[in-house]
């Protein structure tokens, strides 16, 4: 029974450019979550994903930045020309179904230079 | 809106000492309430959750009780162990699961043998 799975563990980015990040969610989960963590700060909700379905964006930032979950394949969160702010640990999460308890994976540390 | 707010870190204890971490939360309506544990390069995992007043959440040694009278879950252990040496993180759903979950700053706490 794996995890939630994310990759890359860590990403290193110049100014400007793409940053991919991926997340696989546990077996049977249809449900993804995006968080965002900065340094010494607790977690901030991004997005919330069904298959092929954005549920909720309003933590996501207006430019830049977009997910998708589609019907094959991991939920991608794309940032796109990177910027030192977007430096941090962005969380995936899981879970069955609305209201269900979300299994966290353990993160995507990017670092842009 | 709703928001969560945990005692300031670091905390520093030693081995068999008293824990208690303080949390306290602004909410309309009746939220779910929830501890996570962040271990050291690792990702969240939950510890324990409240999903109504007066309900008391335990898991390893650890407890936490929804007050709703003084809008507080405040995290306790009797005698902790190096081992739980962690970042806490105290958090709220609107829905009794774990969606869009939201996060206090996380309390870094090392326990010292």
């Known amino acids: 029974n794996a995890g939630v799975m994310q990759n890359p563990r860590h990403l290193v980015r110049r100014r400007g450019q793409e940053a991919r990040l991926r997340c696989s969610p546990m077996k049977g989960h249809s449900h993804v979550y995006w968080y965002r963590q900065l340094p010494e700060e607790g977690l901030k909700f991004m997005v919330y994903l069904q298959k092929e379905n954005i549920i909720d964006e309003s933590g996501m930032p207006k430019e830049r930045f977009s997910a998708e979950f589609p019907k094959e394949g991991p939920s991608i969160l794309r940032i796109q020309q990177v910027v030192r702010g977007d430096s941090a640990a962005y969380f995936c999460?899981?879970?069955?179904?609305?209201?269900?308890?979300?299994?966290f994976g353990q993160g995507t540390r990017l670092t842009v230079v | 809106g709703n928001s969560v707010t945990q005692m300031e870190g670091p905390v520093t204890l030693s081995e068999e000492a008293f824990l208690t971490i303080n949390c306290t939360y602004t909410a309309t309506g009746y939220p779910s309430l929830f501890w996570y544990v962040q271990y050291p390069g690792e990702g969240l995992q939950l510890l324990l959750k409240?999903?109504?007043?007066?309900d008391k959440g335990s898991n390893k040694g650890f407890e936490a009780t929804y007050r709703k009278e003084t809008t507080s879950f405040h995290l306790e252990k009797g005698s902790v162990q190096v081992s739980d040496s962690a970042v806490y993180f105290c958090?709220?759903?609107?829905?009794?699961?774990?969606?869009?979950?939201?996060f206090g700053q996380g309390t870094r706490l090392t326990i010292n043998p």
């Open positions: 999460a899981s879970s069955v179904g609305q209201g269900a308890e979300a299994f």
């Open positions: 958090a709220l759903s609107d829905s009794q699961g774990a969606q869009k979950l939201v």
């Open positions: 409240a999903t109504k007043a007066d």
